[in-house]
């Protein structure tokens, strides 16, 4: 088929509107588990510190003898442990022509990057709170870091060939040789966390061990009443000897850890909670700063376990 002769085109025209739609469509994951699930309280100064304590080992020698002399027993002090705050934040300048003219999607593009970059701050979190790194103190050119859960689990782990539990406050585990995760890596960390006095209400793996959780065998003799239209492969709670753990994939951890957690033994420790400020105006912009100054608050880590080293594909 032929254009008629001397029709006029789109291609030629030039007052044509746009069609731009007026919504932004954004898939970045911005669910946070961890920092969702744990308590949130307050710090005082950079340096956050808490005390943990246990109880003396039990013992069929309690035993007295009858009209004996009773001396006072030696006490045990408190154990004192840290870790450090550490700034997250986001700072964002919007010039004043951009802020006032049109837009698709968002009334005003000041508030829209506003709200883009709180969410980022967020992930930023997660991923310390998860991350295999002790603290860092800081001083006048080093920024101080937090603490995160890879270096704080010492007490109960399953790792690989090779790896082993942080040396220090100071410093991350050491990697292993990584291996594919199995239902008896976990049972013995559960039994490990129980024998400690742990009761672990939540296990957080990436996404390719979420799958290897579906597929444990302890599921192969369960019953379960099924939509006829319905599918079920995932496992959305695993139930052990020692409690229920509720299954969640967490995007934001390393994909080689799976965390068993107790969330009423954790929070985020916060010396200034989350806030917008101002910056100075030097021009025709609006600048804004994001912040805030938290730690991580592993209140007694034996109430939780790791099993380290997984195979992630």
Known sequence: MALITNAFTTYSAVGNREDLVDSIYDISPVDTPILSSVAQTKAT?????????????????????????VSAQASTATSRVENYCTISYKALAVTGTQDAVSHAG???????????????????????ITANQGYNAGNATTARESRGLG??????????????????ATAGATDGTQRAFTEAMLKSVMQQVFDNGGEPELLTVGSFNKQTVSGFTGRSSARQMIA???????????????????????????????????????????????????????????????????????RNEAAHGVVADLTTS
């Open 151 to 168: 270096s704080w689990i010492t007490s109960n782990d399953s790792r690989g060939t090779g790896g082993a539990d942080a040396a220090s």
């Open 106 to 128: 968002r009334a005003s593009e000041l508030a829209y990057q506003l709200a883009k970059r709180s969410r980022e701050i967020k992930r930023d979190m997660e991923t310390i």
């Open 45 to 69: 100064a950079v340096k956050h510190e808490w005390q943990t304590d246990s109880l003396s080992a039990n013992t069929t020698a309690n035993v007295l003898l009858e009209g004996d002399v």
């Open 228 to 298: 006829e239209d319905r599918i079920q492969g995932a496992a959305s709670l695993y139930a052990s000897d020692f409690g229920d753990l509720k299954v969640i994939a967490n995007r934001f951890q390393r994909a080689r850890d799976a965390f068993v957690l107790s969330p009423e033994y954790a929070a985020v420790a916060y010396l200034r909670p989350f806030a917008v400020e101002e910056l100075a105006k030097t021009g025709d912009a609006e600048s804004r700063f994001l912040r805030a100054e938290w730690t991580l608050e592993v």
